[in-house]
């Protein structure tokens, strides 16, 4: 389905507090930086295709020795911190996985991604950022290159491994169906990437129940297989089925 005229709602508060609704339209459909292996990136497809928009992907590599890598000047214009994802969208360029999946959510609220409850909101917003700030980082892989191969591997098991300690706790009190509850919100989004990378760097999952039972149920939903690593079109043909 073309995304061709998407009519996004912004409130305005006029000087007597009174809400006055304005529409902004756009013709242009929205341009994913994204590396097929990255996790934060995978985060925004799932996103993206939960809201049911349309959208064009440019492969962009972390490695220097292949081509449309992160590391140009063309591309430092896009993303000063020369890292995936990035967004294009509705005359905007955004380029953190976090905020990008907030913008979509408050400008495209269906289908949901945050629950209405603000208990639950603040639960999902709590697991995204123990996943995105204080797993995830840690193990990137600019971190690792920079750390050196003798012992990158060993820190990636560390940190992960840290961070599943708590994660597995927090979402043994909070998942029903998902990680919060019985919605799929971003929480479920940022979990799936992340387990990928802890097997990825060879991370024993058997302490952690709740995270491998939630990650086998969500996988089986159309929008984890459609937007899989394997399925990008920058995917090695060693992965492909991986």
């Known amino acids: 389905m073309a995304y061709k005229s998407l009519q996004l709602m912004q409130i305005c508060r006029s000087p007597g507090s009174t809400i ?10 929205p341009l ?29 590599s972390l490695t220097r020795t292949v081509s449309d890598h992160a590391y140009t000047d063309e591309y430092r214009k896009v993303n000063p911190m020369q890292k995936v994802p990035s967004l294009k969208i509705d005359g905007h360029t955004l380029c953190d996985s976090v905020a990008i999946m907030h913008y979509l959510e408050e400008t495209r609220p269906q289908p949901a991604l945050l629950p209405q409850d603000l208990v639950k909101r603040a639960k999902v917003r709590e697991i995204v950022e123990l996943i995105c700030s204080g797993i995830q980082p840690l193990q990137n892989i600019a971190v690792l290159d920079h750390i050196g191969k003798d012992q990158g591997l060993k820190w990636a098991q560390h940190w992960i491994t840290h961070g599943f300690q708590g994660l597995e706790k927090i979402l043994s009190q909070s998942a029903g169906q998902f990680c919060v509850g019985d919605e799929l919100t971003m929480a479920d989004l940022c979990l799936v990437p992340q387990v990928r990378n802890a ?5 024993d999952l058997s302490p952690y129940p709740t995270i491998v039972r939630l990650n086998q149920e969500l996988q089986l939903l159309n929008v984890f297989k459609s937007t899989h690593p394997s399925t990008q079109p920058d995917c090695p043909p060693e992965f492909l089925k991986k």
Do not use: G, H, Q
């Open 199 to 203: 097997r990825r760097y060879k991370v």
């Open 20 to 29: 006055l609704f304005r529409s902004m339209s756009t013709n242009s459909k």
């Open 32 to 60: 994913l930086y994204s590396l097929w292996s990255s996790s934060c990136s995978w985060r925004v497809r799932i996103a993206l295709v939960i809201k049911k928009i349309d959208y064009e992907v440019k492969p962009t």
